[in-house]
Nanobody
Framework: QLQASGGGLAQAGGSLRLSCAASTRTLATYTMAWFRQAPGKEREFVAGIHWSGSSTYYADPVKGRFTISRDPDEKRVYLQMNGLKHEDTAVYFC??????????????????WGQGTLVTVSS
């Protein structure tokens, strides 16, 4: 079970930091990602980090503004969001793939999901 937190209201140009934690296990061997879903739209990939921590991947709309990371004890994954735009408004979900897997941008490839945290950016 994954738990996402850190969402809220921010002004355009501001920052928020999302956090994803596993309630019962370490995330050390899991490739993790953040997705988002805006009202009336499909869920879309935002950022992913390889289970080894050796690589990350970002969707074009967030490149240079968002950073995905995982903490040293491997129990949390973060999404630092800077330079927020109104179009970043969405519910953000963290997701985990099976152990030792590669980064994917396809929601169906992820087996574990958090409950979502709402990010609202005022213009």
């Amino acid at each position: 079970q994954l738990q996402a937190s850190g969402g809220g209201l921010a002004q355009a140009g501001g920052s928020l930091r999302l956090s994803c934690a596993a309630s019962t296990r370490t995330l050390a061997t899991y490739t993790m990602a953040w997705f988002r879903q805006a009202p009336g739209k499909e869920r879309e990939f935002v950022a992913g980090i390889h289970w080894s921590g050796s690589s990350t991947y970002y969707a074009d709309p967030v490149k240079g503004r968002f950073t995905i990371s995982r903490d040293p004890d491997e129990k949390r994954v973060y999404l630092q969001m800077n330079g927020l735009k109104h179009e970043d408004t969405a519910v953000y979900f963290c997701a985990g793939r099976v152990a030792f897997s590669e980064i994917s941008v396809v929601p169906a490839d992820f087996e574990s999901w958090g409950q979502g945290t709402l990010v609202t950016v005022s213009s």
